[in-house]
C-alpha cells in the first residue's frame, strides 16, 4: 500500500498546504490510498528515481479551475482590501467535471493516466518489448484519491534533464501548470495566467449614460482605445451627437440637426431611448435643440 504525496517532506507538504495547493491536511491521508503489489510499491515510492507515477489526464481542467479562481481571488481582495486563499480541485470536483463530460469510467472516480518510465516488471512469454510512456498495463485508471496529490507527484519528475517516455503534450500541461501557480496575485492589474478567458464585463458609467447597464454582457476583455474612452466627453463639449455612424449636420443658426436626429425622436425609433447628453450639457444646449419644436 502507498500513499500519493506521502513522499513530500514536512517542509513541502506545508509550503504545499500554505499555498492551497492540496486539499488535505494530513501527509499520511487514508484517502490518498493506492493499493500496489510489493514490486509496484517498491518503484512507485522511491524518492529519487520512481520506475512509474500517475496524473489526471485532464490537466486543462485544472488549469481552467486556477484560471477562475484567480479571478474569484482578485474580485474579492479588490473589495476586501485582502487577498484570500487559493481554492485547488478535490477528488469529488475532478470527478463531478469528468461525469458531467460523460467521460466514460468516470462513475468509479477521476480518471488517472499511468506512465511508466523504467522496466522493473518481470518477463514473460509473448510480452513486448518495453517501451516508457502509458503503462502497457492500461494507461487509464480511476481513483478516488486528490487530483492534487498526484499532480504534486508528477511534476517532480521534471527535475530530470532526461525525460523520454513522459509525451510532450504532458509535459507542457504541467509546466503551464507549474507557471499558473507561481504566478503573484496582482490586484491592481491583471495576469497572464487568466489571458483568454471570458469573464463577464459589469456595465460602467458609460453604459449607464447611453441605456447599455441593463444587463451584463460575457466578452473577451480587450483595452479600450483612448478615443473610445475620451468619445463621450468629447461628444458633450461640443454638443454634436452621433447616431450609428450616421454623420450629422449641424445648423449654426438654429442649433439643430439633420434628419438623423429626428429619426431618434420618432415614437417608433428604438434608439430614442437613449440618453443623448452628459453631465457638462448646458440649458442654452436644451434650447438651442428644442428651438424647432417649440
Given at each position: 500500500m502507498?500513499?500519493?504525496g506521502?513522499?513530500l517532506t514536512?517542509s513541502?507538504?506545508h509550503?504545499?498546504?500554505?499555498d492551497?495547493?492540496?486539499?488535505?491536511?494530513?501527509?499520511?491521508?487514508?484517502?490518498?490510498?493506492?493499493?500496489?503489489?510489493?514490486t509496484?510499491?517498491?518503484?512507485?515510492?522511491?524518492?529519487?528515481?520512481?520506475?512509474?507515477?500517475f496524473?489526471p489526464?485532464?490537466?486543462?481542467y485544472f488549469?481552467?479551475?486556477?484560471?477562475?479562481?484567480r479571478?474569484?481571488?482578485?474580485k474579492?481582495?479588490?473589495r476586501?482590501g485582502?487577498?484570500p486563499?487559493?481554492?485547488c480541485?478535490?477528488a469529488?470536483?475532478?470527478?463531478?467535471?469528468?461525469?458531467?463530460q460523460?467521460v466514460?469510467?468516470?462513475?468509479?472516480?477521476?480518471l488517472?493516466?499511468r506512465i511508466v518510465i523504467?522496466?522493473?516488471?518481470p518477463?514473460y512469454?509473448g510480452?513486448?518489448?518495453?517501451?516508457p510512456?502509458?503503462?502497457?498495463?492500461?494507461?487509464?485508471k480511476s481513483?478516488?484519491?486528490?487530483?492534487?496529490?498526484?499532480?504534486?507527484?508528477a511534476?517532480l519528475?521534471l527535475r530530470?534533464?532526461?525525460l523520454?517516455?513522459?509525451p510532450?503534450?504532458?509535459?507542457?500541461?504541467?509546466r503551464?501548470?507549474?507557471?499558473?501557480y507561481?504566478?503573484?496575485?496582482?490586484?491592481?492589474?491583471s495576469?497572464t495566467?487568466?489571458?483568454?478567458?471570458?469573464?463577464?464585463?459589469?456595465?460602467e458609467?458609460?453604459?449607464?449614460?447611453e441605456?447599455?447597464?441593463?444587463?451584463?454582457e460575457y466578452?473577451r476583455?480587450?483595452?479600450r482605445?483612448?478615443?473610445?474612452q475620451s468619445?463621450?466627453?468629447?461628444?458633450?463639449?461640443?454638443?454634436?451627437?452621433e447616431?450609428?455612424?450616421?454623420?450629422h449636420?449641424?445648423?449654426?443658426?438654429e442649433?439643430?440637426?439633420s434628419?438623423?436626429?429626428?429619426k431618434?425622436l420618432q415614437?417608433?425609433n428604438?434608439?430614442?431611448r437613449f440618453w443623448r447628453w452628459?453631465?457638462?450639457?448646458?440649458?442654452?444646449?436644451?434650447a438651442?435643440?428644442?428651438?424647432?419644436?417649440?
Amino acid at each position: 500500500m502507498s500513499l500519493a504525496g506521502a513522499d513530500l517532506t514536512s517542509s513541502q507538504f506545508h509550503d504545499a498546504l500554505r499555498d492551497g495547493l492540496i486539499d488535505f491536511q494530513e501527509k499520511q491521508n487514508p484517502q490518498n490510498a493506492i493499493a500496489l503489489c510489493g514490486t509496484c510499491h517498491t518503484n512507485f515510492d522511491h524518492v529519487y528515481n520512481p520506475s512509474f507515477f500517475f496524473l489526471p489526464t485532464d490537466l486543462n481542467y485544472f488549469l481552467n479551475y486556477e484560471r477562475q479562481d484567480r479571478k474569484r481571488r482578485r474580485k474579492l481582495g479588490r473589495r476586501t482590501g485582502t487577498i484570500p486563499a487559493r481554492m485547488c480541485p478535490t477528488a469529488q470536483t475532478y470527478q463531478d467535471h469528468q461525469r458531467h463530460q460523460e467521460v466514460e469510467g468516470a462513475g468509479l472516480g477521476g480518471l488517472y493516466t499511468r506512465i511508466v518510465i523504467n522496466d522493473f516488471l518481470p518477463q514473460y512469454p509473448g510480452r513486448a518489448p518495453f517501451q516508457p510512456g502509458p503503462s502497457e498495463y492500461g494507461a487509464t485508471k480511476s481513483w478516488t484519491g486528490s487530483p492534487m496529490a498526484s499532480l504534486q507527484r508528477a511534476v517532480l519528475m521534471l527535475r530530470k534533464l532526461n525525460l523520454y517516455g513522459i509525451p510532450r503534450e504532458i509535459r507542457d500541461a504541467l509546466r503551464q501548470l507549474q507557471d499558473a501557480y507561481s504566478e503573484e496575485l496582482d490586484l491592481d492589474g491583471s495576469d497572464t495566467s487568466s489571458e483568454g478567458c471570458i469573464e463577464p464585463r459589469e456595465p460602467e458609467e458609460n453604459d449607464l449614460e447611453e441605456g447599455g447597464g441593463g444587463k451584463y454582457e460575457y466578452k473577451r476583455r480587450e483595452p479600450r482605445t483612448k478615443s473610445e474612452q475620451s468619445g463621450a466627453e468629447q461628444r458633450s463639449a461640443s454638443g454634436n451627437r452621433e447616431q450609428d455612424n450616421e454623420e450629422h449636420k449641424v445648423n449654426k443658426d438654429e442649433g439643430c440637426t439633420s434628419n438623423s436626429e429626428d429619426k431618434a425622436l420618432q415614437p417608433g425609433n428604438s434608439s430614442s431611448r437613449f440618453w443623448r447628453w452628459g453631465p457638462s450639457a448646458t440649458s442654452d444646449d436644451a434650447a438651442k435643440f428644442f428651438q424647432r419644436v417649440l
